[in-house]
């Protein structure tokens, strides 16, 4: 799976997404940092990458319709969540991304569990 990981996630959650055996890309690796959101969803769509982030602004399917995308991840985090937390929602995620494919769907993924929007119906 091709991954795009949003500025605020470091090396060691990406060495997880590497160790599961996925293609990932940063946004700090690519110069991206500061990028609007709409650019970045333009990028990842065009990578077809999905991005994932902390930013609930890409929750929003009308904004970002995540069909046209390779998909979009929004990984809830309470405010100055420890290293371990957040290590365990993105294993979370990469259990949930090796059961079910995100290409196209928005999940929201919240500690013990993963909400994942219908999407068909959005325009």
């Known amino acids: 799976m091709r991954f795009k990981l949003d500025e605020n996630f470091g090396t060691r959650t ?3 997404f590497v160790e599961a055996g996925h293609d990932v890309h940063t946004v700090r690796h690519e110069l991206l ?10 990028v990842c769509c065009a990578e077809k990458r999905c991005l994932v982030t902390f930013d609930l602004d890409f929750a929003n399917p009308l904004r970002f319709p995540p ?16 290293l371990t ?16 494919a995100v290409s ?7 500690p013990g569990h993963v909400r ?7 325009e």
Not at 85 to 97: H, R
């Open 33 to 42: 940092q500061g990028a609007s959101d709409e650019q970045l969803y333009r």
């Open 116 to 122: 994942i929007y219908d999407t068909e119906n959005v």
């Open 85 to 100: 937390l957040l290590e365990d929602l993105v294993e979370q995620t990469l259990t949930m991304v090796a059961q079910t």
């Open 104 to 110: 196209g769907q928005l999940w929201v993924v919240e």
């Open 14 to 16: 990406q060495r997880l």
């Open 67 to 82: 069909g046209k995308s390779g998909g979009i991840v929004v990984i809830r985090v309470p405010r100055n969540p420890s």
